[in-house]
T-cell receptor, first 117, second 114 residues
Framework: AQSVTQLDSQVPVFEEAPVELRCNYSSSVSVYLFWYVQYPNQGLQLLLKYLSGSTLVKSINGFEAEFNKSQTSFHLRKPSVHISDTAEYFCAVSDRGRGSTLGRLYFGRGTQLTVWP | NAGVMQNPRHLVRRRGQEARLRCSPVKGHSHVYWYRQLPEEGLKFMVYLQKENIIDESGMPKERFSAEFPKEGPSILRIQQVVRGDSAAYFC????????????FGSGTRLTVV
């Protein structure tokens, strides 16, 4: 089973500052990687994902994440945050299993990003 | 395409009562996954079902919890004799084929046990 570590439980930043939310996972086998965002009292929305190909993936709202296989990391970055980015961010991993484990995601504990004006 | 529909959005139960949580997957999706999010924690996998079959229930508590996904109708997560520790958000996700392509989460059911 995978273990996902989000090193920061809370990240406060001022508006227009850059931000990095860190994510590390345990296994060196081939993985799929995801970042989800959760706004208060809402469900999970997929922010971006790495399945194959380019190790740098981007979302439509300015976030990007880079898959680093040697460091087993998938850190999320944004060069300039907005107040509307305030939310909980979850890193998730699937270990490209077969059969019953293929669609199973392992989640980190989440990072609360708070953007101050 | 209405996405994954979960209801109710909020559910309050007294200790000892039963809770039934429903999940209607995306139209055409036949694979359903249930996750539980305890306060200040990430989501934890509970169970994976296909139509009429439980494929993987390794994340389900051994007692009081059960899940089904009948041929017709939504998937149901049932918790009998609820306790305060069952208070959590329960999320359902669906997939067309058991892979992560098209994997979609619902908005969750927030269960509060009083």
């Amino acid at each position: 089973a995978q273990s996902v570590t989000q090193l920061d439980s809370q990240v406060p930043v001022f508006e227009e500052a850059p931000v990095e939310l860190r994510c590390n996972y345990s296994s060196s086998v081939s993985v799929y990687l995801f970042w989800y965002v959760q706004y208060p009292n809402q469900g999970l929305q997929l922010l971006l994902k790495y399945l194959s190909g380019s190790t740098l993936v981007k979302s439509i709202n300015g976030f990007e994440a880079e898959f680093n296989k040697s460091q087993t990391s998938f850190h999320l970055r944004k060069p300039s945050v907005h107040i509307s980015d305030t939310a909980e961010y979850f890193c998730a991993v699937s270990d490209r299993g077969r059969g019953s484990t293929l669609g199973r995601l392992y989640f980190g504990r989440g990072t609360q990003l708070t953007v101050w004006p | 395409n209405a996405g994954v529909m979960q209801n109710p959005r909020h559910l309050v139960r007294r200790r000892g009562q039963e809770a039934r949580l429903r999940c209607s997957p995306v139209k055409g999706h036949s694979h359903v996954y249930w996750y539980r999010q305890l306060p200040e924690e990430g989501l934890k996998f509970m169970v994976y079902l296909q139509k009429e079959n439980i494929i993987d229930e390794s994340g389900m508590p051994k007692e009081r919890f059960s899940a089904e996904f009948p041929k017709e109708g939504p998937s149901i997560l049932r918790i009998q004799q609820v306790v305060r520790g069952d208070s959590a958000a329960y999320f359902c996700a669906s997939s067309p084929d058991g892979t992560l392509y098209g994997y979609t989460f619902g908005s969750g059911t927030r269960l509060t046990v009083v």
